[in-house]
């Protein structure tokens, strides 16, 4: 069975920087697409980020890009998700989710077979 814990959140002024982390607990890491996702009070989960298997391609949704970057580390069954400049319109719970057996991410929450609990991004202006 696979586990995901996030943590790194908290909260922080505009134009902060923050990176989330997200533990992976399973012995198929290596082998599964990751992404990180968010969710508003009162909004639908978005995609933010996702990253191949073998961190050969990475893909932004157009709020975040240039200054949130995902990456991995498979030796320590880790995910991350660097975030800069943050702003206000940031502030969600910010989930890790990861696609079981697949090389590629998809942008639909839908496709992912394991999730995080969450860790919340709280943005003041």
């Known amino acids: 069975q696979v586990q995901l814990v996030e943590s790194g959140g908290g909260l922080v002024q505009a134009g902060a920087s923050l990176r989330l982390s997200c533990a992976y607990s399973g012995r198929f890491f290596s082998t599964d697409a990751m992404a990180w996702f968010r969710q508003a009070p009162g909004k639908e989960r978005d995609f933010v980020a996702g990253i191949t298997y073998n961190s050969d391609n990475t893909y932004y949704a157009d709020s975040v890009k240039g200054r949130f970057t995902i990456s991995r580390d498979n030796a320590k069954s880790t995910v991350y998700l660097q975030m800069n400049s943050l702003k206000p319109e940031d502030t969600a719970v910010y989930f890790c989710?990861?696609?079981?057996?697949?090389?590629?991410?998809?942008?639909?929450?839908?496709?992912?077979?394991?999730w995080g609990q969450g860790t919340q991004v709280t943005v003041s202006s």
């Open positions: 989710a990861s696609r079981h057996g697949a090389y590629y991410y998809t942008p639909s929450w839908v496709d992912y077979d394991y």
